[in-house]
């Protein structure tokens, strides 16, 4: 059998083993309803308690402003439509930028068909958000600025502690978007002047259909899912214990390995990034050279289509992306990419390679060998590049 190479950690992670044998006795043993007051429920409720305890250490944050969700897109939402409703006697405006997840994206959507106003702050040609642009855009009346940690896409990591500052110093409300930043870079939520922040458990190694919403002591925000009392009565439903042991422990081993993980992770990724810009021609490397995630390398290749390279990739056993999954199928190029400035029909030619810890570099050989002779074949039949080849002879 071909040995996988899965390079779409950016799209999920495996689940790491120590985080499933974590899990397992909540679904067998400990299963009673943390809300009970039997101590089989007992026993549910501490593994809550632990795991906030963890990821809140983990932020610098206190215990009760983590508060458990269903995942990434969930604390987005809940983030934007509960603050955008908490706060609108204050105003009706919120500035993000054009290159967020559509979690946030399609919540601004929808929040200006209820009457309120979204500005999308442009980002230069690496994918960093223009800082004077931001102060251009706070009004009196704008309540909040939601900007991601790091691009899903592009692995471009914004200045967000100058970001919160300046949401601070004008008495708005900061979220952001940490779903790829969390576990891969340090965040202090003080340090950076963040009032929300969003993630997720699948994309560090937890599982799948978890996250939380760090919520600071004093935001108004009410719930989203309304029923019973848990999460402080801000998110109704019993809660997925389970889950919440994995990412508690999914948390504990991401900040326990972070620094060899992530450097080891760096080395790597110049590594592919180096051969592939050296060795392709007319290739270009899209998001920040260095202030970009350590394990995100994003790629443009001219007169090549990104379905039909990631499909022959497939074919050697290689898992990458041409945009995000929730976007594969259909045939818009990533707005991330128009963002930062590339025309159509090379943004059409990306592909996005995520690393894990387990990739090695004879990994990254094989996957450059497969990337030339595959770009060599389809270039061959594109009518586009031999016109091209034609005049520049
Ligand atoms: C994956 C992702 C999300 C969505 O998280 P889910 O847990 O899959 O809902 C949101 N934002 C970013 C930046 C992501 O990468």
Known sequence: MKKLIYLDNAATTKTAPEVVEAMLPYFTEHYGNPSTVYSLGGESKKAITAAR???????????EEIYFTAGGSESDNWALKATAEAYKSKGNHIITTK??????LHSCEWLEKHGYEITYLPVDENGVVKIDELKKAIRPETILISVMFANNEIG??????????????????FHTDAV??????????????I???SASGHKLNGPK???FLYIRKGVKIRSFVHGGAQERKRRAGTENVPGIVGLGKATERAMATMKERTDKEIELRDYLIDRVLKEIPYTRLNGHRTTRLPNNANFSFQFVEGESLLIMLD????????????????LDPSHVLLAIGLPHEIAHGSLRLTLNEEITKEDLDFVVE????????????SPLYEDFVKKNK
């Open 156 to 173: 471009t990591i914004q200045p967000i502690r100058e970001i919160g500052e300046i949401a601070h110093e004008h008495g708005i409300l």
């Open 370 to 381: 497969n990337l030339k002779r595959i770009i060599d074949r389809l270039r061959s039949m």
């Open 53 to 63: 305890e963890t990821i809140a250490g983990a932020l610098g944050a206190q215990t």
């Open 209 to 211: 259909g978890i996250g």
């Open 195 to 197: 009032d929300m922040l």
């Open 99 to 104: 290159i967020e997840h559509h979690a946030i």
């Open 315 to 330: 074919m050697e056993g290689i898992c990458g992306s041409s945009g995000s999954a929730c976007t594969s199928g259909s």
């Open 180 to 193: 790829q930043a969390f576990g891969q870079v340090p965040i202090n939520v003080d340090e950076y002047h």
